[in-house]
């Protein structure tokens, strides 16, 4: 028996048609940077913690997702995940800071998430 979808406030299930995708979640990005960005306590926004802020947006619906009947573990085909536009997030509107690559290439916004939630999704 699967667990049932809750998806973060700022996130909600779309319908779609595709036969590839298990779900199709819309996250809110004027809802959810402002709300990412404080559980993180970051009060100095650059692109770095933007993107930090992005990786564990989706780790959470990724989190939401597992052990549902929409866990693309299981169902053998992904989900997608489509973020709203929210200009005031976009990164060339924000300093470089330490960079978009050290929170992905070097994984770290992996291990914020860690510390944040306890463990990884999958």
């Known amino acids: 028996m699967s667990k049932e979808l809750s998806l973060p406030s700022w996130a909600s299930r779309k319908e779609s048609e595709s036969t590839k995708v298990t779900i199709v979640v819309d996250v809110n990005s004027a809802a959810a940077y402002p709300a990412m960005l404080s559980e993180l306590e970051v009060t100095d926004v650059d692109q770095y ?8 947006i989706k780790l959470d619906v990724q989190a939401a997702l597992a ?18 536009n929210a200009p005031e997030f976009a990164l060339v509107k924000h300093p470089e800071g330490r960079g978009t690559a050290a929170a992905t290439q070097g994984r770290e916004a992996r291990e914020v998430y860690k510390k944040l939630r306890g463990s990884m999704p999958f």
């Open 49 to 56: 913690w933007l993107e930090v802020a992005y990786q564990c």
């Open 67 to 84: 052990g549902t009947v929409f866990d693309p573990r299981t169902v053998g085909k992904p989900a997608e995940i489509h973020f709203s």
